[in-house]
């Protein structure tokens, strides 16, 4: 699994997901020049990079999401996660979408922690 970070996630998670999984292929919006990118902009740029988007945006991006989904264009997934959840929950849950996915298995999908 390939994963993009929305600008304001969680610095922590990030951190510990990378400990946890020293191979996982994440990157930040804001590393990538994403750092002033809407929604829609950050959603084309990870659908062309074939990366989900883990995100605390829970307000608006599964919008922006399903309306890529619904206008027939990429979008291999969204992971909303709740900005006050516990970072060890948050971990243990995405250790296990990472552990238990397939490749593609996340298009067109958004997925709401906990799970």
């Known amino acids: 699994m390939r994963f993009l970070?929305?600008?304001?996630?969680?610095g922590h998670i990030i951190r510990a997901l990378r400990?946890?999984?020293?191979?996982?292929?994440l990157v930040r919006a804001v590393d990538e020049g994403l750092g002033?990118?809407?929604?829609?902009?950050?959603?084309?740029?990870a659908a062309g990079e074939d990366r989900?988007?883990?995100t605390h945006d829970i307000a608006t991006?599964?919008?922006?999401a399903y309306d890529r989904v619904d206008a027939g264009e990429r979008m291999p997934g969204?992971?909303?996660v709740p900005e006050l959840m516990p970072v060890g929950r948050v971990l243990d849950d995405l250790t296990m979408l990472i552990?238990?996915?397939?490749?593609?298995?996340?298009?067109g999908q958004v997925i709401y922690l906990p799970i």
């Open 99 to 107: 552990g238990a996915s397939l490749p593609g298995e996340w298009n």
């Open 5 to 10: 970070t929305d600008v304001n996630f969680n």
């Open 52 to 54: 989900i988007v883990l």
């Open 61 to 64: 991006m599964a919008g922006y």
């Open 36 to 45: 002033q990118t809407s929604d829609p902009e950050l959603l084309e740029w």
């Open 78 to 80: 969204v992971i909303e």
């Open 19 to 25: 400990r946890r999984h020293p191979g996982l292929d």
